[in-house]
């Protein structure tokens, strides 16, 4: 006997991803249902070599339903999440709504599986931001050996994590450069895309900073510890798949880079690829499709006491969103919500 999961927002990059792992993983899933909004009414997507016919998630009777994986944005989430919830169906939520509300658990399944039990306050988990998600796993098992004080990032982050139209207007712009007829002006991002970096990702705020950089100040406090701290720079870059991160750390006590290599080899969910040679070292477009979180470039930073540099890459579709969203439903099946 399987779990009845609903996928919601199945007809975009995160949903039709968590459709694919639902898969691949082969999550023990009686019955799987597609929903998205009435645009997309019958548009048909695929879950490993089966096709499902995308329902409308208006009005859609969540009753019996166990799990309900959402990546629809905040606006639809606080419309339906709380209806999901009231009846009894635990919603695994990718969007922003819910991270920071004390009663709701972020969960990275690798760093604080054990928060996936206080599903019960509300019947909701949070899935955390992309870059926070791929920085934490990297970051608990060093600081599980000599306690992070302080950690500098600055992020490389993909188009894919725009959405669809994120991925449309980068292609569309990166084509209009080669035929100069047809221009593509900025409409997702702020500025254009190809061919370009732009340090701006979600909405400024007070203090000069963006939503996306205090999302990976607040999230890494949730779900690590509340006393590091972290200052970010988050930067969209050309490229489709793959968000990477230079990161600095700072600890309390010394960690000499062999050894945090050799942590970060038996840590879960990492993969290094750490040669000190041309190409020994990961970029985004080879952890496309990947589960892992990968770490090159290992090193000390001389300039502080006790300080390692490290690069960070992952497929912010998969650890970023959509499989950390499924990894959270095998933690809560194998923890909570046990069957058969
Ligand atoms: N991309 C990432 O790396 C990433 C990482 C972490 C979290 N997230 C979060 O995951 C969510 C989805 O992101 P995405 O990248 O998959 O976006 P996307 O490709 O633009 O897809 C959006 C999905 O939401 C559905 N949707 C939009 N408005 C809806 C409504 N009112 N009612 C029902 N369904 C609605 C869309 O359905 P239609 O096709 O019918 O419009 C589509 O299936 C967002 O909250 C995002 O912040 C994304």
């Known amino acids: 006997m399987g779990y009845k999961v609903v996928v919601a927002g199945a007809t975009g990059n995160v949903g039709r991803e968590m459709l694919n792992i639902l898969a691949e993983r082969e999550f023990p899933a009686d019955e799987v249902i597609a929903l998205a909004s009435r645009r997309s009414i019958g548009t048909e997507v695929s879950y490993g070599d089966k096709t499902l016919k995308t329902k409308d998630i208006e009005g859609f009777d969540f009753t019996g339903y166990d799990i309900a994986l959402f990546a629809i944005g905040s606006d639809a989430t606080k419309k339906y999440a709380p209806i999901a919830a009231s009846q009894g169906c635990v919603v695994i939520d990718n969007s922003s709504l819910y991270r920071y509300d004390p009663q709701i ?28 998600a791929q920085m934490v796993v990297a ?47 900025p409409k997702k991002f702020t500025k254009e895309i190809a061919f370009n970096v732009i340090p701006h990702i979600d909405v400024f705020l007070d203090d000069g900073s963006t939503k996306e950089e205090w999302k990976m100040v607040a999230e890494t406090k949730k779900i690590v510890d509340p006393k590091i701290k972290v200052t970010a720079t988050c930067v969209r870059v050309p490229v489709f798949v793959g968000h990477s991160e230079a990161i600095n750390i700072e600890f309390e006590e010394f960690l000499d880079e062999d050894e945090a290599r050799d942590i970060l080899r038996e840590a879960p969910g990492v993969m290094v690829v750490d040669k000190r040679e041309p190409g020994g070292y990961i970029t985004p477009k080879e952890c496309v499709g990947d589960y892992a979180t990968f770490i090159s470039r290992i090193r000390q930073d001389s300039t502080i006491e006790n300080g390692i540099n490290l690069w960070c890459v992952s497929d912010n579709l998969r650890k970023g969103a959509a499989l950390n969203a499924v990894q959270i439903a095998e933690t809560l099946g194998n923890r909570c919500l046990k069957k058969g």
Do not use: F
Not at 155 to 173: F, N, R
């Open 105 to 132: 658990p972020l969960v990275v399944p690798e760093v604080n599986p054990e928060a996936v039990e206080n599903y019960k306050n509300k019947m909701i988990i949070a899935n955390p931001n992309c870059s926070t």
């Open 139 to 185: 970051l608990k098992p060093l600081h599980d050996r000599a306690r992070i004080k302080r950690v500098v990032v600055s992020t490389y982050q993909s188009v894919s994590g725009a959405g669809k139209e994120g991925m449309d207007e980068l292609w569309e712009q990166t084509k209009a450069v080669y035929n100069p007829t047809s221009e593509v002006p």
